[in-house]
């Protein structure tokens, strides 16, 4: 009882640090007047992946696959659980600027880290390279949010409050020490249920820790759906998958005492989903709108993944024919309706 309390402890602690975090740092943002779908993709996005790099970077001192596994599996639940889920609660617009710049970068992004990690690790010099490619990206965001600027909604500034900068300087300082010390409980109780079940730390970093700490892209994305900020939505997605793989797992392997190792299944099945996931969003985003059925089917697309994770696991008899179900049926169905869309 006491592991699960201490991983349900650390649950909480993320998803308050997240939003604190973001909230003082979305109010700074505003005083700057910048575009929603610059504050998706920088401050809300940086802001709600703060719990995978917590999370990530602590399982990287502890040694254990956990942190990998969150990186890939939260990028895989952003794009298919977050994105579907806001979808189907309300229809998405997407801007052409995302699908015409952010989306491939993504992509790129995606396929660099596999190829880096083909030999199995994921060094310090690696890790550091990839922090300065996102201050890099980020410098290169902002000049072109400038320049875009007139082109761009712009948000209305928020009231000015008594309170000022301040409080919100307090609301990150107090959101970023919850998250350091949700990520510690998490972590360990995580690891302790995946010896105790007999489950590997990488299924568990795919499945409950990635989605535990995309809580906060999930509260923040519906919200902003259901509000009608849909650039927030979606930029807060392809924003966030930029930064797990630049930052969080390059701080990881910055910090680290020893390269983050890269087990097999993560390179040649964890990997390859991701870089899956991140290209289908072209064919879905090219008409501008993400539609609730597309939500719905990059749902099921997850609850498909996440029932292979366990079929795997478990070496259930199934496993076979419904490996075979995906690849002989579902996925050939799903490419030609998406060659479809993107051709209309």
Request: with cysteine; proline share 3%.
């Amino acid at each position: 009882m006491g592991t699960i309390a201490a991983v349900l402890s650390g649950l909480v602690l993320l998803v308050w640090g997240g939003e604190w975090l973001v909230r003082g740092a979305e109010r700074l943002a505003l005083s700057f007047r910048v575009s929603p779908l610059v504050i998706g993709l920088t401050v809300v996005a940086f802001g709600t992946s703060a719990p995978e790099l917590a999370v990530t970077t602590q399982a990287a001192y502890s040694g254990t696959d956990v942190g990998l596994g969150n990186v890939l599996g939260s990028n895989i639940f952003n794009v298919l659980a977050i994105l579907g889920l806001a979808a189907v609660v309300a229809p998405l617009t997407v801007s052409s600027l995302l699908i015409r710049r952010d989306v491939p970068i993504m992509i790129a992004i995606s396929s660099l880290m596999f190829v880096t990690c083909c030999d199995g690790e994921f060094s310090r010099s690696e890790g550091m390279t990839a922090v300065a490619a996102l201050v890099a990206y980020t410098w290169w965001l902002v000049g072109q949010a400038r320049r875009e600027q007139s082109r761009e909604t712009v948000l209305p500034s928020e009231p000015k409050r008594s309170t000022g900068w301040i409080t919100n300087v307090l609301f990150i300082a107090a959101g970023l020490a919850l998250l350091i010390v949700g990520a510690r409980l998490l972590v360990g109780g995580a690891v302790e249920i995946a010896r105790a079940l007999g489950v590997s730390e990488l299924i568990i970093g795919l499945t409950v820790v990635a989605a535990g700490t995309s809580l906060p892209e999930v509260i923040t994305s519906v919200v902003a759906s259901l509000r009608g900020q849909r650039d927030i939505a979606v930029g807060n997605i392809v924003g966030s998958n930029i930064f797990n793989l630049l930052c969080v797992l390059g701080v990881a392997a910055s910090v680290a005492p020893n390269p983050i190792a890269v087990s097999e299944q993560a390179l040649w099945f964890d990997f390859p989903v991701m870089i899956a996931v991140s290209v289908v969003c072209l064919p879905i985003f090219i008409d501008g709108l993400i539609a609730r059925w597309e939500g719905i089917l990059l749902l099921a697309y997850y609850v498909a993944y996440v029932t292979y994770l366990i079929l795997d696991q478990t070496s259930s008899i199934w496993r076979a024919d419904f490996a075979h179900a995906m690849l002989y049926f579902c996925l050939p169905l799903t490419l030609l309706t998406l060659l479809v869309l993107a051709k209309r």
